[in-house]
T-cell receptor, first 114, second 112 residues
Framework: DAGITQSPRHKVTETGTPVTLRCHQTENHRYMYWYRQDPGHGLRLIHYSYGVKDTDKGEVSDGYSVSRSKTEDFLLTLESATSSQTSVYFC?????????????FGPGTRLTVL | GQQLNQSPQSMFIQEGEDVSMNCTSSSIFNTWLWYKQDPGEGPVLLIALYKAGELTSNGRLTAQFGITRKDSFLNISASIPSDVGIYFCAGQTPGNTGKLIFGQGTTLQVKP
């Protein structure tokens, strides 16, 4: 158990509304990641963070923003949700300094945008 | 962008059979990881590989880091019903510290 929680676990929202997903870790890891998982696409990186207030874009960052004001929390915001953002979102953490930066995943948030 | 080609996409096998899946790329990797995902849950790390040619086992699972650094395979011996799930390979390329690229996944179904 990597001590990762995600909230909410399920959310249904309407097109055009803002949505924030939260990832919380208890083990003080430096790296945190947000992925989305869609059928046929595997896991795709949205944004990641390598420290407090240090973030960078992944391959599918359009329409998403992130913030990390504390080591333990990494927030993903959809400023104006669209139906194409219906997906399962996973947060992951990684211990800096390891040989392979193994990532450990949270339980996921299932988001439906109507 | 960089891609991992994972095959097969799906497998339907009889309990007790051995399973083999692999990932290939045109890029070289520093690290190969194999994950399993059960329905409704996040991926769980099974095996991590760090050196070309490395062969690592975890119970009935065996994975190898290809000698060219462009591929990896995962074998499951004597499959059981709880092996059902989606298996993902992931790799880290040189110069992409902290970031992984994931394969599309192999869906495994086991018939008792």
């Amino acid at each position: 158990d990597a001590g990762i929680t995600q909230s909410p676990r399920h959310k249904v929202t309407e097109t055009g509304t803002p949505v924030t997903l939260r990832c919380h870790q208890t083990e003080n890891h430096r790296y945190m990641y947000w992925y989305r998982q869609d059928p046929g696409h595997g896991l795709r990186l949205i944004h990641y963070s390598y420290g407090v207030k240090d973030t960078d874009k992944g391959e599918v960052s359009d329409g998403y923003s992130v913030s990390r004001s504390k080591t333990e929390d990494f927030l993903l915001t959809l400023e104006s949700a669209t139906s194409s953002q219906t997906s399962v979102y996973f947060c992951a953490i990684s211990r800096a300094g390891g040989p392979g930066y193994e990532q450990f995943f949270g339980p996921g948030t299932r988001l439906t945008v109507l | 962008g960089q891609q991992l080609n994972q095959s097969p996409q799906s497998m339907f096998i009889q309990e007790g059979e051995d399973v083999s899946m692999n990932c290939t790329s045109s890029s070289i990797f520093n690290t190969w990881l194999w994950y399993k995902q059960d329905p409704g849950e996040g991926p769980v790390l099974l095996i991590a590989l760090y050196k070309a040619g490395e062969l690592t086992s975890n119970g009935r699972l065996t994975a190898q880091f290809g000698i060219t650094r462009k591929d990896s395979f995962l074998n499951i011996s004597a499959s059981i019903p709880s092996d059902v799930g989606i298996y993902f390979c992931a790799g880290q390329t040189p110069g992409n510290t902290g970031k992984l690229i994931f394969g599309q996944g192999t869906t495994l179904q086991v018939k008792p």
